[in-house]
């Protein structure tokens, strides 16, 4: 994960913070893909673009209750990549997913709200590009409020979050 982490080229400077800000964290806790390090932990996400690149796929999270790309918890699986891919599939339905670059897409850190059964905490999430067909069907689960394609132009409707932003400003 560290060589990935060193290779990754932000975008700006707040990625290039918190890229900084990654690489510390997963050299200093070696169980920093567990979800049981309550300080943070490491997830992986998935940007999942449409072959002409002007849809992705958002997911509406239940109990953030805003507008997200799909991605989870690593539960102790250091192959991010991977855990993009588990997630994305679990969260949309998806089965058809390309991966179109093994680099990092993204990085972000951001804090998770306390809940009652765990404490308010960082996700140091890593990003990867995906492509599916627009064709497939979703499916809802019990994470997700909806699940749906976007167009590019049209994202700043659903949310004004930075990193959402921010990767759909990257062109890759």
Known sequence: MLDLLKHHQPFDE?????????????????????RQLTIGHVTGSAWIVSPDRWQVVLLHHAKLD???????????????????????????????LKVVNRA???????????????PEHLHYDIRFLLEATTDQPFVQTAETKEVRWVDVREIGKLTTEKSIIRMNTKKK
């Open 66 to 96: 805003r507008w997200f790309q799909p991605g989870g918890h690593a539960d102790g699986d250091p192959d991010l990549l991977g855990v993009a891919l588990r997630e994305a599939e679990e969260e949309t339905g998806l089965r058809d």
């Open 14 to 34: 707040d990625e290039r913070t918190m890229l900084e800000h990654s690489i510390q964290f997963v050299r200093n806790h070696p169980n920093c893909f567990e």
């Open 104 to 118: 990092i897409f993204d990085v972000d850190v951001h804090t998770i709200p306390a809940r009652v059964s765990e």
